[in-house]
């Protein structure tokens, strides 16, 4: 399972993105990501640059709440070049936008809403969700499960592993925070997981002072799980 690395609090790219790149280089992580809020794009360009200059695969959120503006922000996708596009729901739209690109797209499942953004749905709901989107030639799934209002986290994880199949990837996004939640994760059948406000904040690992602590104890709980 991989750990991706979103430089994000509260749902937006943190301000000072730019020198958490360099700040956390030593950890040599292999996937890093943000949000597409937060910072303009020209800050974004030169993120994105330099995430895939540390070696990392570079993924942008979704989290506009307007149809248009996240058509915009795949659009700016497409500009920035990035690995893999995750959130958004309008699938037609995203698609035809990325065409042609070497973008992934792995849009959300479920209902989402709102900023920060929770997640409405049931486990068939999703299930269904992660069906249609491999028919349509998605790379995966985005899924907010522990953003859940009124499923049971895991459960929607299950659901959409049966949706997607066995060679599809499945990221869990959101509300991320111990490593009870990473190992349940794996055994649920998910392929990767993010983690933005829980290493900034220091609760991950709350005993520990600095950002590079936090990120050493993620990974070494993700690499426990497998």
Do not use: W
Request: charged share 20%.
């Amino acid at each position: 399972m991989d750990f991706i690395f979103m430089l994000t609090r509260q749902d937006r790219t943190v301000a000072d993105c730019l020198e958490v790149m360099e700040l956390i280089a030593p950890a040599k992580l292999r996937h890093v990501g943000f949000k597409d809020v937060g910072v303009a794009p020209d800050v974004l360009k030169h993120l994105n640059d330099r995430i895939r200059a540390s070696g990392a695969v570079t993924y942008m959120e979704v989290v506009s709440t307007t149809p248009e503006a996240a058509l915009n922000s795949a659009r700016i996708a497409v500009d920035l070049g990035i690995d893999r596009l995750l959130g958004g729901t309008d699938v037609e739209g995203i698609q035809a936008i990325i065409k042609g690109s070497n973008t992934a797209y792995y849009p959300f499942c479920g209902f989402p809403s709102g900023h920060p953004t929770k997640l409405g749905g049931r486990p068939d709901q999703v299930e269904a969700h992660c069906r249609r989107f491999i028919e349509k030639g998605c790379a995966g799934t985005d899924l907010l499960a522990y953003r859940a209002t009124a499923a049971d986290p895991i459960e929607l994880v299950k659901a959409a592993r049966r949706g997607l199949g066995a060679g599809n990837h499945l990221i869990v996004a959101g509300s991320v925070g111990n490593a009870k939640q990473i190992g349940d994760l794996k055994r649920a059948g998910a392929n990767a997981f993010t983690i933005g406000s829980a290493a900034f904040d220091g609760s991950y690992a709350p005993n520990m002072g600095h950002l590079l602590s936090q990120l050493a104890a993620i990974q070494a709980d993700c690499d426990k799980a497998g």
